[in-house]
């Protein structure tokens, strides 16, 4: 049972926080990552950390309790059962036991309820036996509802996943059965102390053979033990009457008591251990890794424990742009210019555009802004149109181009070549060159020609 | 390993190239860093670690964009320093240490600064884009900083992509080897490719970087198999749904409209779990970005077009769209005429996809009824959640647009074995207490376990 706790506690906080929220669990979080690497381990402890936050601890007693004090009832009830069975069997010592009659009343039940049980232990789908069946409908009575219910559940749930429900339901079988067997074996300890009996069997048809073998058979087992056991001689005078002679009637109880223990209480003992020891087993082995959705999520929730987001520094300053510079009206002269950055779709238009209109070969390196700068100077146009693609995401390399072109001319103006929609960058334009005083960009080409016209 | 052992990789790129993009679909966090279709979104350097046994074994270091590197490369190209010959590392150096410079370029100063203090570099481009002198003068800072170089292609998968002039402009730089990765949607074994690739450029990290991979690989086929068998118990759940109601149409009626909810509500919950799965979530989206609004979508589950949308053949049986009408009247000439018309009524106008159940003898001698959910909406059900997986698993968690779910490229007949399917599903419907999500006995988990593998053979899921 070394697990059960932990995999009970798991199971209740996993039912909590699958059906409602996750818990509040950043610092049990840290914790448990920082002692252990190992997934089971993780989430054990993560759930032992969480569990008094819920409450879990009483109810998980509470659980704990009520089915031990349903067991203690269940066992006081075997127990009265068993002495009464074995008073009754034995009846009142004014006529003689009939030793067969009396093994049957206290053996027959319990041992074909034991049969039973062994017949469906070999089946696939075991139950584990009635009585345990009946003591599970009870405790489910008592804590399904309520909030032990939930407690309840996990604990049901942890014993059908480790397969342990038909060996829990069994281990209450037994015992409630040795129990009952105790009971009667006290019964009749006490009985035969207490009370005088004459013992004898019966029979109309069958022959004294039969009696006397069956007797010897009966006791082989007890012999083996040490009971003392009736010899043939003796079988045959208690034939159908009562022999009042103290060594036979010693014979005859310990015969009794012996067979009550070795074929009744033993068996069931046995049984009760054997159950037991697979029941713990069920219990003990190490599960595999949960590998289900909630423990995948509960995974991922460690490791962002670990991750602790680390920056070099404050973020940078966002961009504080100078106004653009234009050359005074004086200084310009009455030509045009036109200039593509970063893209040669100009070229392809250069039919549309006037001769008056000076093409410069388009900007995209040192050496051709360096080239454009020089042309510009002894240019010095009065409009300069600025030609970039829409796709372009407008970066300071662009911008810082743009503002060393204008100090050149007395006006430009931005022309955007249009883009298609998931990469049209239009507005991140606007702004960029709102921020630097150019006003609007140009979006078509014909205002963009009649912008060239323009006199002043 | 300390944090001192891990590998470091800064991630670099011009402007707007989408790194930390990249970087959100890498380290599985919708929320890592800010992104903006603009230049500058990222102004620092965000680290983000990838942890292996609990320690963090490789760093991402998410950097802000190169913007001026024109201007940036002439100036360390005219650096000269008396009596000495610079080389690359030399020029980087200096730059470093001006701080008239480093406040010219701010950004591109902390850029460099990060990178010489890693193992490696990622240099992401946009495909889309043209290859620009700008970039070639990137890709020059970058060599003089000394780092292997690992290219990124982001946005492959768009139409406008044009990987090879990037690949050529790579191979003039001496740079052969790279990876294709659109941040958006990418390769569905990503991770293991970048970091199998990065392996092949930092031979000195290759054992981690070999165990990162082969740990990338195992979270990967664990969350397919939690998220198959999530969809699992959702189907042996609803399957198993029976209600018992008296003979009357109203009863009958608010019966099957509450079970509806339920199987919907179950649904939803089930896409809630799966988005949480894979590191998503349905409120960071608006309604037109994925087909799942509220973990719920929006073709709903018993309407006809549901069918179509799940790519399903539902041939003979019972009911596929308006022949479910048909069946709902069949059925309905051995109830009592008011109940008949009713359905017969109700199948005219919307799909019911809820079968009247041969009940057992007890609720015929009572005069009830027992409905369950038809087998068409569950095949409907199984496929819809298959097909999140598959989206799921294809999208990179930088993606900002609709889940393509109608995309019938990758069309592939039926989404799972019906037959198989069915079987199970016909073994859940003998369990009504299965519905109760209270129930996890063992014949269930096997049911369950079937129908994993069942799912698992899906072709939507192959890759």
């Not at chain 1, 009585?131 to 059908?160: D, F, P, T």
């Amino acid at each position: 049972m070394r697990y059960l706790d932990d995999a009970w506690r798991y199971e209740l906080v996993r039912l909590n926080e699958s059906e409602s929220t996750w818990l509040n669990d950043t610092l049990a979080n840290r914790e448990v990552v920082q002692q252990t690497d190992n997934r089971l381990p993780q989430l054990w402890r993560r759930a032992q950390l969480l569990a008094p936050g819920l409450g879990a601890v009483t109810t998980m007693q509470n659980v704990t309790s009520t089915l031990k004090a349903s067991a203690m009832i269940l066992g006081l009830l075997a127990i009265v059962l068993g002495l009464s069975a074995g008073l009754a069997a034995l009846g009142d010592s004014a006529e003689p036991v009939n030793v067969i009659w009396a093994l049957l009343a206290v053996l027959l039940v319990p041992t074909l309820s034991l049969l039973l049980w062994i017949v469906s232990c070999l089946l696939p789908q075991a139950k584990g036996g009635w009585l345990g069946q009946g003591w599970e409908w009870v405790a489910n009575r008592w804590l399904s509802r309520g909030k032990a219910a939930r407690a309840w559940r996990a604990w049901l749930n942890v014993a059908e996943e480790r397969q342990a429900t038909k060996w829990w339901l069994a281990v209450v079988t037994h015992s409630f059965w040795v129990a009952t067997l105790a009971g009667a074996l006290l019964a009749l300890l006490v009985a035969f102390s207490l009370r005088h009996y004459t013992f004898m069997w019966q029979t109309t048809w069958l022959e004294a053979a039969v009696f006397v073998e069956l007797a010897q058979a009966i006791s082989v087992f007890p012999a083996w033990l040490g009971f003392n056991v009736p010899e043939a001689q003796t079988i045959l005078m208690s034939g159908n009457q009562a022999v009042d002679q103290s060594t036979i009637r010693t014979q005859w109880a310990h015969w009794l008591v012996g067979a009550v223990f070795a074929w009744g209480l033993l068996p069931r003992l046995i049984a009760l251990i054997v159950s037991a020891y697979f029941l713990q087993r069920c219990y003990a082995s190490v599960q595999p890794q949960p590998k289900d959705a909630y423990a995948l999520l509960v995974q991922e929730r460690l490791q962002k424990a670990l991750k602790a987001i680390s920056v070099d520094g404050p973020p940078g300053q966002l961009d504080q742009w100078p106004q653009a510079v234009f050359l005074s009206p004086k200084k310009c002269r009455d030509t045009r210019a036109a200039v593509a950055l970063e893209t040669a779709w100009l070229e392809a238009r250069r039919a549309s555009l006037t001769d008056a209109v000076h093409v410069l070969a388009p900007i995209d390196d040192r050496v051709s802004r360096q080239e454009a700068l020089v042309q510009l100077q002894s240019l010095a146009p009065s409009h300069l149109l600025i030609v970039v693609d829409a796709q372009q995401t407008p970066d300071r390399g662009l911008l810082n181009t743009i503002l060393a072109l204008t100090p050149h001319t007395g006006r430009a103006r931005v022309y955007l070549k249009p883009a298609d929609g998931a990469r049209n960058r239009t507005v991140q334009w606007q702004d960029k060159l709102q921020a630097i005083g150019l006003g609007k960009p140009l979006l078509d080409w014909p205002s963009a020609l009649e912008w060239m016209k323009l006199h002043d | 390993m300390t944090e001192a052992d891990a590998i470091r990789i800064a991630i670099v790129g011009h402007t707007n190239t989408g790194k930390t993009s990249l970087l959100r679909t890498l380290t599985r966090d919708r929320t890592f860093g800010k992104v903006a279709d603009s230049a500058g979104t990222t102004r620092h350097v965000q680290a983000a670690s990838v942890t292996l046994e609990n320690r963090d074994a490789l760093i991402w270091f998410d950097t802000p964009g190169l913007e001026d590197s024109i201007a940036l490369y002439d100036w360390a190209a005219q650096l000269t320093a008396p009596g000495q010959r610079l080389d690359g590392p030399d020029r980087i150096v200096q730059f470093l240490q001006d701080p008239q410079a480093s406040q010219r370029f701010e950004q591109e100063h902390r850029v460099l600064a990060q990178i010489i203090q890693s193992d490696a570099v990622l240099y992401v481009v946009d495909v889309r884009d043209a290859v620009l002198p700008k970039h070639r003068d990137e890709l020059h800072l970058l060599q003089w900083c000394a780092k292997p170089v690992l290219p990124v292609l982001n946005f492959t998968a768009s139409e406008q992509a044009h990987a090879q002039p990037w690949i050529e402009t790579f191979a003039r730089q001496g740079i052969h080897i790279y990876v294709a990765f659109d941040s958006v949607s990418p390769p569905s074994d990503g991770e293991q490719l970048l970091f199998d690739t990065l392996a092949q450029v930092l031979a000195q990290a290759r054992p981690t970087l070999q165990a990162l991979s082969q740990q990338a690989a195992k979270a990967k086929s664990e969350r397919r198999a939690a998220a198959l068998e999530r969809i699992a118990q959702l189907c042996v759940r609803v399957a198993a749904m029976t209600v018992t109601v008296a003979n009357d149409p109203q009863t009958v009626m608010a019966a099957q409209q509450e079970q509806q909810a339920r199987v919907r509500h179950l649904e939803r919950r089930c896409v809630t779990d799966l988005l949480a799965l894979y590191a998503f979530a349905p409120d960071d989206y608006t309604a037109s970005e994925l087909p799942v609004t509220d973990g719920r979508w929006q073709t709903d589950l018993f309407s006809k077009e549901a069918i179509t949308e799940a790519g399903l053949s539902v041939g003979k049986g019972a009911a596929v769209g308006a022949v479910a009408g048909v069946a709902i009247d069949v059925f309905s000439a051995g109830l009592t005429l008011g109940t008949g018309t009713l359905l017969g009524a109700a199948a005219g106008s919307i799909w019911q996809g809820v079968d009247r159940w041969g009940s057992g003898i007890k609720a015929k001698l009572l005069g009830q009824e027992a409905f369950r959910v038809g087998d068409d909406v569950l095949q409907v059900l199984a496929a819809r959640q298959l097909r999140l997986i598959q989206a799921l698993e294809r999208r990179g968690h930088a993606a900002s647009n609709r889940v393509n779910t109608q995309d019938k490229s990758g069309e592939v007949g039926e989404p799972f074995d019906q037959k198989a399917f069915l079987r199970i599903m016909a073994v859940a419907r003998l369990h009504p207490s299965w519905s109760d999500s209270t129930s996890t006995t063992r014949t269930q988990q096997t049911a369950v376990l079937a129908l994993h593998q069942c799912l698992a053979a899906s072709p939507l899921l192959a890759n």
